[in-house]
């Protein structure tokens, strides 16, 4: 009996399958229906994804950077302010909150929160926030009678680099407009005053070159670094929003356009990472991370410069010339090299999810085209997906970098999952494709990723499109 069904299901069996077992070709088989073996994904993302990423990231930092004072020695937590002495210190856990890879990050979940109206995004910028503005005074007095105070705590009272103002401060100028907007009166005073420490630094105290571009001495007198962009511009340009005042939109907008006469590359429409002053000849390498924040600082910018503003063209233009050269460099699979124009050199994760942010964000802003850029936008993100691992965990990011003139520097950075400069851009890039999805009219069609001008009510294949879809 078991021979006899095993006969008739192969007498029964489909002609298609006797096909099948012939050799492929053009007569027998549709071979542009076959399917690639994208290595990060492909595809228009699902927004309930995009979510799951940002949450898995989320938790992993929340546990990693406890918002607590605690003894030095005995590990017991401080919960009174008054009781701040030279052996508290904030808990240590894998990341500093008053690092500036952490104001990214705080940005980063302000947008997350903004993007999905979810409370747990909210609650950590809040409590970190509050923490920090809190314990300013005390430590502050501890600084100044000369005591020697936790490091974490001196950025804070003490800021001695633009990195140790200007991001934290930008982020929280955001706050101040969003999560902190109905909190009582005496929070809401020592986060301004907060404000207003960071930003004495920047402007009255930073070193600068003659024509006040920010700079530094290391690694040679007046060099310009391109980071130092994003490290204090946006918050100049925050704080003209903050307060009112028209300077500070000048100013920044100086500062943009003079980093620009020293550092951008016409040729390739990239920047370079360095410059220094007494040098007759500029070699050019295009580090990702730091044309990250070049961008970054550009689009941040035109958030709050004022659309008559003199300056905005100019910037807006550079920012077009940006991405377009960008755009020309991305890996096939969504990531951006280290140096982004040596494809010998690695793929890295920090730097790609700065542009996904940056390309979904120009497109949200009506800045450029989403038919251009949108597909751009959306294979950075897969390839920003696929550097989240189960933990939360960004890999392949590359650890601080100073600056270099020669190709090795960067090839053999080290990356680490512990390099903090991956998640505030994670969490921004995944705010953004949200914005995107829900903005915008991605579809696939014929298995490519198209922007369209309008919602596309069918999942079969496209073959005509003037404004009424026929399929």
């Not at 992993?60 to 008054?82: Q, W």
């Not at 020697?148 to 003490?158: P, S, T």
């Not at 959306?378 to 960004?394: I, R």
């Amino acid at each position: 009996m078991k021979r006899f069904c095993i006969s008739l299901s192969f007498i029964l069996c489909p002609l298609s399958f006797i096909f099948a077992q012939q050799p492929i070709n053009d007569n027998n088989t549709p071979l542009h229906l076959m399917k690639p073996e994208y290595r990060v994904g492909y595809g228009v993302s699902d927004a309930a994804s995009v979510k799951q990423t940002m949450d898995r990231v989320l938790k992993y930092i929340d546990a990693e950077t406890p918002a607590v004072i605690v003894n030095k020695n005995t590990g017991k937590e401080v919960s009174r302010m008054k009781d701040i002495d030279g052996d508290s210190q904030l808990k240590q856990g894998g990341f500093r909150l008053t690092s500036y890879e952490w104001g990214v990050t705080y940005s980063g979940v302000l947008a997350a929160y903004e993007a999905t109206g979810d409370e747990a995004y909210k609650d950590y910028v809040y409590k970190r926030h509050k923490l920090l503005a809190e314990m300013a005074p005390y430590f502050t007095k501890l600084h100044q009678r000369g005591v020697k105070i936790d490091g974490n705590a001196r950025r804070v009272v003490d800021p001695h680099a633009l990195d140790d103002a200007g991001a934290v401060c930008c982020s929280m100028i955001k706050a101040m407009g969003s999560i902190f907007k109905d909190a009582d009166k005496n929070l809401r005073q020592l986060i301004d005053e907060r404000i207003s420490h960071y930003t004495d630094y920047i402007i009255n105290k930073e070193y600068r070159l003659s024509d006040g571009t920010f700079a530094r001495i290391r690694p040679q007198k007046n060099t310009v670094w391109l980071d130092d962009m994003f490290m204090g511009v946006p918050t100049v340009a925050y704080m003209g929003q903050y307060t009112g005042d028209a300077k500070y939109f000048d100013e920044a907008a100086r500062q943009v356009l003079q980093f620009a006469e020293r550092m951008w590359v016409p040729e390739k429409n990239l920047f370079r990472h360095g410059w220094v002053e007494s040098m007759q000849e500029h070699p050019a390498f295009h580090w990702g991370r730091a044309n990250g924040w070049a961008i970054l600082t550009m689009c941040e910018v035109l958030d709050v410069l004022p659309a008559d503003h003199p300056k905005r063209g100019d910037i807006l233009s550079l920012l077009q010339k940006h991405l377009k050269g960008l755009a020309a460099l991305q890996h096939h699979d969504g990531f951006w090299h280290q140096l982004l124009d040596r494809n010998d050199t690695y793929l890295e994760s920090s730097a790609t999810a700065i542009y996904a942010y940056c390309f979904a964000h120009a497109i949200n802003k009506g800045w450029v085209d989403a038919k251009v850029y949108g597909p751009v936008a959306q294979l950075a993100w897969h390839a920003v997906e696929a550097s989240v691992n189960e933990k939360g965990q960004v890999e392949n990011v590359c650890v601080g970098t100073g600056m270099g003139f020669d190709p090795a520097f960067y090839a053999y950075r080290p990356v680490h999952v512990m390099a903090a400069h991956g998640y505030g851009p994670v969490l921004w890039a995944g705010a953004e494709m949200l914005n995107l999805l829900k903005n915008q009219h991605p579809k696939m069609n014929d298995s490519a990723v198209w922007f369209y001008d309008n919602e596309i009510p069918t999942d079969a294949p496209i073959f005509n499109y003037d404004g009424s879809i026929r399929f």
